[in-house]
């Protein structure tokens, strides 16, 4: 078989890069132990109340200094568990000052979900025996829609909070 002298080249340099980013890969992954961000603290998934962020009474937003919150969030199919109110009902929508930093600290009870607060880069997958969690400033005032963007159930689509960024 004759190979042209370009198509040499193209091989070469086209098996090279695959050989230099599996090797980036291998190295960052076996090497360096990297994984995703949210893979930090381990938790036991059928009971995660054994994590203090994740007692009944420390769900929801906390405020935690003069501009800091922390919002801990027990995800299950098909809902988020962000606490209850003074009433006793269950919290779907929470309300942050503009400029705030927010610590998401979300677990699963069930299987793998997703946290997106849409429109911002708060982004994760909510997998079981894990805590993800994430920091951010929310700086833009508005509504947002928190979503499960994992497939989890037939109630996936009922799975959604709002958190609301005010002036
Ligand atoms: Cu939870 Cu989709």
């Not at 930090?40 to 937003?61: R, Y």
Request: charge should be negative.
């Amino acid at each position: 078989m004759h190979l042209h002298k370009y198509e040499k080249i193209w091989l070469t340099f086209g098996i090279g890069s695959l050989i230099v980013f599996l090797s980036v890969l291998g190295y960052g992954a076996f090497w360096q132990g990297t994984h995703p961000q949210s893979h930090g603290v381990t938790i036991d998934p059928n009971n995660i109340e054994s994590n203090e962020a994740f007692k009944p009474e420390n769900l929801g937003l906390t405020q935690v200094d003069d501009d800091k919150y922390i919002v801990n969030i027990a995800a299950s199919a098909f809902y988020y568990d962000l606490g209850k109110d003074e009433e006793g009902n269950s919290v779907k929508h929470i309300r942050i000052p503009k400029g705030s930093t927010v610590l998401f600290q979300v677990a699963t009870k069930d299987v793998v979900h997703g946290f997106n607060v849409a429109g911002t880069n708060v982004n994760m997958m909510v997998e079981p025996g894990y805590v993800s969690s994430l920091e951010t400033v929310m700086n833009k005032p508005g509504t947002y829609t928190i979503v499960c963007n994992e497939y989890c159930g037939i109630g996936h689509h009922l799975m959604y909070a709002t958190l609301e960024v005010y002036e």
